[in-house]
């Protein structure tokens, strides 16, 4: 009988175990032998807490999806202002955590796995939208509407295209991408009385 208060730590050991089986083999090649191995448990284990494979790989990449959530949401609190909310959610984005070479290569896998698996698609969504509603939200106490759509819209497509440049470089550079994110805000803001 497993002991008591034990399934969290085991849920979470199984989770780190998946990414880094999904950042080393990639989303078809990660298998539950390879991720009870890493883990150091049987197979049965993960049928136990997860119910299988799919189920594990979903909730890897839910953790993965909270991890950014976690860092954007840290950074918003401390954000004064609709210009630093928009510094706050691209620091977020492109946050040292999300640039851990296992990190890096999970969110690869569940990115390009998203569009056959239904489950892993529905969270990509939702975190597309987030990112642009926030996006939406800052730039619309800085003008208006239809400008801060598109606004919102072109920052969210420059951070998904800076952090997949990023991501499939050697040794990717988190700071240049959000650099460059920052630069394009400037020129959004620029020649505007916009704070």
Request: proline residues 4%; positive net charge.
């Amino acid at each position: 009988m497993p002991k008591l208060g034990m399934e969290p730590i085991r849920r979470r050991q199984l989770i780190a175990a998946t990414i880094s089986s999904v950042g080393r083999y990639g989303y078809g090649e990660t298998t539950v032998l390879r991720i009870s191995k890493a883990a150091g448990v049987s197979p049965g284990i993960i049928h136990h807490y997860f119910g299988g494979k799919d189920e594990l790989l979903e909730a890897a990449m839910r953790s993965l999806l909270e991890q950014l959530r976690q860092e954007v949401i840290g950074r918003l609190s401390k954000a004064d202002g609709p210009r630093a909310r928009l510094s706050a959610i691209v620091d977020g984005n492109f946050a040292s955590s999300q640039f851990e070479p296992q990190a890096v290569a999970a969110w690869l896998a569940f990115w390009a796995e998203a569009r056959h698996a239904p489950k892993l698609g529905r969270l990509q969504q939702i975190n597309r939208r987030r990112l642009h509603s926030n996006l939406r939200q800052a730039f619309g106490l800085l003008g208006e509407a239809e400008w801060a759509d598109r606004a919102a819209e072109g920052l969210a497509a420059l951070i998904d295209g800076l952090w997949l440049h990023a991501a499939l470089a050697r040794a990717p550079d988190g700071a240049e991408a959000c650099a460059i994110a920052h630069r394009f805000i400037d020129c959004e803001l620029e020649g505007t009385d916009r704070p």
